[in-house]
C-alpha cells in the first residue's frame, strides 16, 4: 500500500483494489467506483487515490486533485448519459452532512429529477 493511503481506511482499499469494487474510472491521482447503495440511477463516488479526511483537510497543495476530480466528474456525466438532464455533485462532511466515510469523496448523482433543499 502507498505511504499516502490508511491502512484501516477501506476507500483506500478501493483505490488499492484489494477489496473488490465496481471502478469506472482510475488515474494517477483519482478514482472513482459506483456506490454500493445507490440513491440514483448514477450513484458514483470520486476519490483522491491519497488518503485526505474531508474537505476540511483541504490544504494549498490540494489544488490539482480536486480539479482532476471535478474534471473526472464531467467526464463521467458525460459518459453515464446524464450531462443533458443534470447532475449533482456533493460531499458530506461531518456529523450534521451524514459522513460515513473518512476518505474525502464526492457523490456524482444523476438520472432521475432531484429536488432541494437536499434533506
Ligand atoms: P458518506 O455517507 O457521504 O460518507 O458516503 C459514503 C458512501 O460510501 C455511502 O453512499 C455508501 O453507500 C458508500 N460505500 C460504503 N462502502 C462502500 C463500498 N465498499 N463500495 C462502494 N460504496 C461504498
Known sequence: MSPDRDTECIFCKIADHEIPSEIVHETDTVVAF??????????????????????TAITDDHGQVLADIVHAAA???????????????????????????FHL???LLGGRKMSWPPG
Open 75 to 101: 467526464h463521467l456525466a458525460r459518459a453515464e448519459e446524464i450531462d443533458e438532464g443534470g447532475w449533482r455533485l456533493v460531499s458530506n462532511v461531518g456529523p450534521d452532512a451524514g459522513q460515513s466515510v
Open 105 to 107: 469523496h464526492f457523490h
Open 34 to 55: 459506483r456506490d454500493t447503495n445507490p440513491q440514483a440511477p448514477t450513484h458514483i463516488l470520486l476519490i483522491p487515490q491519497d488518503h485526505i479526511e474531508d474537505l
